[in-house]
């Protein structure tokens, strides 16, 4: 199994910038697709981005598009997720979330189901 712990979460103004990480265990994290998603008071668990296990591909909610880039560095276990320009609505529980290679990643990758670990989440809150 694959254990991810989130960190890099806080409380930011408006405008600026948070880079969140994703430490997994183990020696199989590159053979892992990655995803982040989340979850704001009263509301359900919503996409941000996802990549591919090798990183080629990188999907964005389109909220994010532009603001937000998901990245990955195999060789240290570790997943990404850059937050620039910060707005209030930004402001949510961040999970992290990996899942086991599929041929239908392409298609799900922003659904929960085609995840199968999740960490336990980090807060980011933006102040206006």
């Known amino acids: 199994q694959v254990q991810l712990v989130e960190s890099g979460g806080g409380l930011v103004q408006t405008g600026g910038s948070l880079r969140l990480s994703c430490a997994a265990s183990g020696r199989t994290f590159s053979r892992h697709d990655m995803g982040w998603f989340r979850q704001a008071p009263g509301k359900e668990r919503e996409f941000v981005a996802a990549?591919?296990?090798?990183?080629?591909?990188?999907y964005y909610a389109e909220s994010v598009k532009g603001r937000f880039t998901i990245s990955r560095d195999n060789a240290k276990n570790t997943g990404y997720l850059q937050m620039n320009s910060l707005q209030p609505e930004d402001t949510a529980a961040y999970y992290c979330?990996?899942?086991?290679?599929?041929?239908?990643?392409?298609?799900?990758?922003?659904?929960?189901?085609?995840?199968?670990?999740w960490g336990q989440g980090t807060q980011v809150t933006v102040s206006s």
């Open positions: 979330a990996a899942g086991d290679r599929a041929v239908a990643f392409s298609r799900n990758y922003g659904h929960p189901g085609a995840y199968d670990y």
């Open positions: 990549i591919s296990w090798g990183g080629a591909s990188t």
